[in-house]
């Protein structure tokens, strides 16, 4: 599960971001160009 402030990665095309808000079983997600979106969890990992 994710939690906000986590460092993620989309997994279909890599892009880098952190979560600022978590509904369920998705994610509120701020990316590198500032662009905020809503993805599915499933779709993210965390960043090692």
């Known amino acids: 599960m994710f939690a906000v402030g986590d460092c993620v990665i989309f997994i279909p095309d890599g892009a880098r971001g952190t979560v600022i808000a978590v509904n369920g079983s998705f994610c509120q997600v701020i990316w590198e160009d ?6 599915k969890a499933e779709e993210l990992r965390k960043e090692e």
Not at 34 to 39: A, I, L
Request: aromatic share 50%.
């Open 34 to 39: 500032w662009f905020t979106s809503w993805e």
